[in-house]
């Protein structure tokens, strides 16, 4: 790979965008950040909307910045968060912003699907995705509940990744990591289940062709191309899922690892050839999400930095610096609380701290005071939450795992890194931050021929990106502390 190659990576998250270039050049990649916006809900008539508008303006914007400083992409990609979707008409026009997975019409709506419509165990036996109020599944069941009009008169359903895509190239596709996340789709057919969409009364028939990570969709519209001033640039499918993107860059050298995707919210899993769909995984309440290249994302979803930055909010005397702050609560003597991060109390406190002293109250442990000690208790307890799903991982993986990757902005926190290495008992590799981007651009890579499979992806990302490991240290102490652990949180 001599040549200089340019992608052109829209990130998309649930509170703000990027658009981003990508160079791959002489066996390495690097990145340039061209703009950040925000993603703004729009609460309206009851409903809250994503302003799929302002997001397609943000991409041409993009666009036309690319042209402006006449840089050469060979292709454009999106990934977005999962589950929602956008409805079509018949004259192609989009019928309205797409509802958001935070409005409140799905709330009791899964409960209810159960009771009219299908099996709570059938559900999962069908899909392996664990239960959220907001899945597409459900929140198609709400729409039809509540007779939606858009809904009624809707000829097409698009992901909004692929309805990004399709505003770019008026092509329509479903492309199946972002399916994945719906609850719609079954991984061993690797298509969308007839039994599921005809219960909330759709069509196969109103989804786009499914494909794979790595297909181009089309080129730019002669719409498109007049408004930006490029040529017929071709618009790739990458894993339009922004998890799924990020996965892909995870820098492994084998198969031997589980990643750790780690910011607000954690995301702990290993790649499966096939699904693992059991009453185990049932009952530990895992998800099976589309990967790269046919394989599965076997996951389970953690509570992150969640926890850390919603009591940051709140303190008032705790050091600015995340340094200083974390510094401060290394000084405090480790396992004098621990909570359980995924306990409901802590879904959406009126107070965080509070909730976290009232949880260390009522089951009888020393009860935090002040930022530093309630900081200390947030990374112990992190930390041992993930050794008790990594524990689970070990118990589904057919293979050895040797190495816990941590990606995204939580990479940076060394101190959780390190506690995270001494709980598992494995080493933790850290980085990249940017593996979502990462992994978009090495996506659109292979569909232009320029890199072969993932494993060619994954050697260029540990090539160009700086990662720094965390070898397990007090492993008795935390094994005493794994088990005082599991018994305040086994209520």
Request: hydrophobic share 40%; proline share 3%.
């Amino acid at each position: 790979m001599e040549n200089q190659y340019h992608f052109f990576a829209v990130d998309l998250g649930a509170t703000s965008g990027r658009t981003i270039v990508g160079v791959l050049e002489n066996g390495k990649i690097s990145l340039e950040e061209l703009t950040r916006f925000d993603n703004n809900l729009i609460q309206t008539g009851g409903h809250f909307y994503w302003d799929i508008y302002a997001l397609y303006h943000e991409v041409i914007k993009g666009l036309k910045l690319v042209a402006q400083r006449q840089i050469p992409i060979q292709s454009i990609g999106i990934d977005t968060w999962g589950v929602d979707f956008v409805l079509i008409a018949e004259d192609k026009a989009l019928l309205r912003n797409p509802i958001s997975y935070r409005d409140p019409h799905t709330f009791g709506m899964m409960e209810k699907y159960f009771e009219e419509c299908m099996d709570k165990k059938k559900v999962y036996d069908i899909t392996g995705i664990q239960f959220m109020n907001f899945n597409s599944l459900f929140q198609l069941y709400a729409m039809r509940s509540n007779h939606d009009a858009a809904l009624a008169q809707a000829e097409s359903i698009l992901f909004v990744p692929d309805c990004l895509s399709y505003m770019l190239t008026g092509k329509k596709v479903c492309e199946y990591t972002i399916a994945s996340t719906s609850q719609l789709l079954d991984p061993r057919t690797k298509d969308l289940d007839p039994e599921l969409l005809a219960s909330v009364g759709v069509s196969r028939e109103m989804f786009g062709k499914m494909v794979n990570p790595s297909t181009v969709i089309g080129c730019l519209t002669d719409e498109v191309q007049s408004m930006v001033g490029l040529g017929a640039v071709p618009v790739v499918a990458v894993a339009g899922h922004d998890t799924a993107s990020a996965v892909a860059a995870v820098p492994a050298r084998d198969e031997h690892f589980a990643y750790l995707s780690s910011g607000t919210w954690s995301l702990m899993g290993i790649e499966t050839r096939e699904a693992i769909i059991s009453k185990q995984s049932y009952d530990y309440n895992f998800t099976n999400e589309g990967g790269i290249e046919g394989t599965t994302r076997f996951l389970k979803n953690i509570c992150g930095m969640w926890l850390y930055e919603r009591c940051r909010k709140e303190w008032t005397d705790a050091p600015k610096s995340h340094a200083e702050l974390q510094a401060e609560a290394m000084k405090v003597k480790p396992f004098q609380c621990v909570i359980n991060p995924d306990d409901q109390m802590f879904a959406n406190p009126p107070s965080m701290v509070k909730a976290i002293c009232d949880y260390c109250e009522q089951t009888g442990q020393h009860v935090p005071s002040g930022y530093a000690e309630v900081c200390r208790c947030i990374f112990d307890s992190l930390a041992l939450r993930y050794r008790q799903v990594f524990s689970w991982l070990k118990e589904f993986a057919d293979f050895e795992i040797s190495t816990l990757h941590v990606i995204g902005g939580g990479s940076l926190n060394e101190y959780l890194d390190q506690f995270t290495a001494n709980a598992t008992g494995v080493d933790v590799l850290a980085g990249p931050q940017e593996c979502t981007a990462i992994g978009n651009i090495m996506l659109q890579a292979k569909a232009c021929g320029v890199v072969g499979d993932v494993w060619e992806m994954r050697r260029i990302i540990a090539d160009s990106v700086s990662m720094k490991r965390f070898s397990p240290q007090d492993t008795e102490l935390w094994e005493k502390a794994y088990q005082r652990y599991l018994e305040v949180t086994a209520g």
